[in-house]
């Protein structure tokens, strides 16, 4: 088992920045990808971006160069470093884990860009 637990989000103007983190505890060593997801109202949820225990990273094409993950190892904690946020940003955003078979999805924490 996997617990996450996030913190960071909140509510932001357009153009203004935040900072994300997920950490992991548990069955830790299992972990092999951590990366985030959001939600916005009436929509599906997509996927922000994707760290590997390697430290490689992937984002999805809308994403890039305005968000950056990143990842603590010795604190189990994974980073979302925001710019440049827009309204259409606004989302709950999910920290996610995958293991070997499965994954495991943090409580979500609301991000609102809005003036």
């Known amino acids: 088992q996997v617990q996450l637990v996030e913190s960071g989000g909140g509510l932001v103007q357009p153009g203004g920045s935040l900072r994300l983190s997920c950490t992991a505890s548990g069955n830790i060593a299992s972990i092999y990808s951590m990366g985030w997801s959001r939600q916005a109202p009436g929509k599906q949820r997509e996927l922000v971006a994707r760290?590997?225990?390697?430290?490689?990273?992937y984002y999805t094409d809308s994403m890039k160069g305005r968000f950056t993950i990143s990842r603590d190892n010795a604190k189990n904690t994974v980073f979302l470093q925001m710019n440049s946020l827009k309204p259409e940003d606004t989302a709950v955003y999910y920290c996610?884990?995958?293991?070997?078979?499965?994954?495991?999805w943090g409580q979500g924490t609301q991000v609102t860009v809005s003036s």
């Open positions: 996610n884990a995958q293991v070997v078979g499965t994954g495991y």
């Open positions: 760290i590997t225990s390697s430290g490689y990273t």
